[in-house]
């Protein structure tokens, strides 16, 4: 199927979205041409700011495929991937992302989130509005070592 017909099911499942009370953001995970998952934004719903249309659907398709990588498989959304959509796809193998609306198209309504990518785009410790403070553990383990150790192999 093509682009388009993906993409038209990511705009309505927005669009039922917004009639349940929702935010206009929508997303479907395909994988050879057939919709693995779907996910709508649920940040009023559950009170968790995490809780993004993307993020949902690809939770969903990790647990259907028994994976978490998902490099196969190609994301529409309704709405531009904002930064934490968008890490969640490069760490999950996402190589392939169609969306409909843009930040451009998404700034009138409060919904753009070009400003968080501008800010992300600079080093972590220089952010404004945010302190950064590394402090080594008192243990005597080093994390990552332990943690490579204690690997199956």
């Not at 990790?62 to 904002?82: E, H, M």
């Not at 409060?110 to 992300?120: C, F, H, N, P, R």
């Not at 785009?121 to 952010?127: A, I, K």
């Amino acid at each position: 199927m093509k682009d388009s017909h993906f993409l038209t099911q990511a705009v309505e499942l927005a669009k039922a979205n917004v009639e349940q009370g929702g935010r206009p953001f929508g997303a479907l995970i395909v994988k050879n041409g057939e919709v693995v998952s779907t996910g709508v934004n649920q940040i009023l719903t559950t009170g968790d700011p995490t809780s993004h249309a993307e993020l949902n659907a690809l939770r969903q398709a990790a647990l259907k495929l028994q994976s978490t990588l998902l490099k196969d498989c190609v994301v529409y959304a309704s709405g531009q991937p904002c930064p934490m959509c968008l890490a969640a796809m490069r760490m999950s193998g996402i190589e392939k992302i169609v969306y409909a609306f843009s930040n451009v198209d998404a700034e009138p309504y409060g919904l753009s989130t070009a400003s968080i990518a501008e800010k992300l785009r600079l080093d972590p410790h220089v952010q404004e509005g945010l302190s950064f403070t590394q402090l080594k553990s008192s243990s005597d383990t080093d994390l990552y070592t332990f943690w490579k150790q204690n690997q199956s192999v």
